[in-house]
């Protein structure tokens, strides 16, 4: 089966900890995408990333960081410097080759908790 | 800047009734526009999308949504809600790039 698969399912760190939360997928999709989420806040854009080797910045990057040295995967990396990394951390793929009417699919999500 | 307004946090309706949740949108150029669904500690399902066309949109699980230029709004339906509906939708509009910008969506709760 096709799909998009995240883990760890739950996450726990200690404050100061760098943790990386690992995402793949099998759909073939060039572009991926990393989103948080927050309770009453929906979903914003952390980093995405549209083919190997290359990433951008999304609307709240400070603090992460990302790598994509292959197709099927896009590794998030929570430093200390994310004030407050608590939260639901969510993975998406989509073709990229729809342009602007690509739909995006989404993983299963990481939650992460820092004690 | 591209925005989507969901104003409605949290819905309850009974078993059996209709539903409509509410989206308004702010993009200058055409919107493309989503409709997903979360249930708890789970990631996203696309219900329908809306790029061109036929402004009445037709979904999975039964649900459709309406396009409407002029009011910048691209609602979602169902005319029977079912107990397994109750989740947290999201509205979602694309912009450069296959990138979303997020509602911050609405809680369903469905009472029997």
């Known amino acids: 089966d096709g799909g998009i698969t995240q883990s760890p399912k739950y996450l726990f760190r200690k404050e100061g900890q760098n943790v990386t939360l690992s995402c793949e997928q099998n759909?073939?999709?060039?572009?991926m995408y990393w989103y948080r989420q927050d309770p009453g806040q929906g979903l914003r854009l952390i980093y995405y990333?549209?083919?190997?080797?290359?990433?951008q910045k999304g609307d709240i990057a400070e603090g992460y960081s990302v790598s994509r040295e292959k197709k099927e995967s896009i590794p998030l990396t929570v430093t200390s410097a994310q004030k407050n990394p608590t939260a639901f951390y969510l993975c998406?793929?989509?073709?990229?080759?729809?342009?602007?009417?690509?739909?995006?699919?989404f993983g299963p999500g990481t939650r992460l908790t820092v004690l | 800047a591209q925005s989507v307004t969901q104003p409605d946090i949290h819905i309850t309706v009974s078993e059996g009734a209709s539903l409509e949740l509410r989206c308004n949108y702010s993009?200058?150029?055409?919107?493309?526009l989503f409709w997903y669904v979360q249930s708890p500690g789970q990631g996203l399902q696309l219900l329908l999308k809306?790029?061109?066309?036929?402004?009445l949109v037709q979904g999975i699980k039964g649900f459709e949504a309406e396009f409407k230029r002029s009011q910048s709004s691209f609602n979602l339906r169902k005319p029977s809600v079912h107990w397994s509906d109750a989740a947290e939708y999201f509205c979602?509009?694309?912009?450069?790039?296959?990138?979303?910008?997020f509602g911050q969506g609405t809680i369903l709760t469905v009472h029997p």
């Open positions: 979602a509009v694309g912009t450069s790039y296959g990138k979303l910008t």
């Open positions: 998406a793929s989509s073709s990229g080759l729809a342009g602007d009417t690509d739909t995006q699919y």
């Open positions: 990333s549209q083919i190997v080797n290359d990433f």
């Open positions: 759909l073939n999709h060039d572009a």
């Open positions: 993009y200058g150029a055409t919107p493309y």
């Open positions: 809306y790029f061109s066309g036929d402004t």
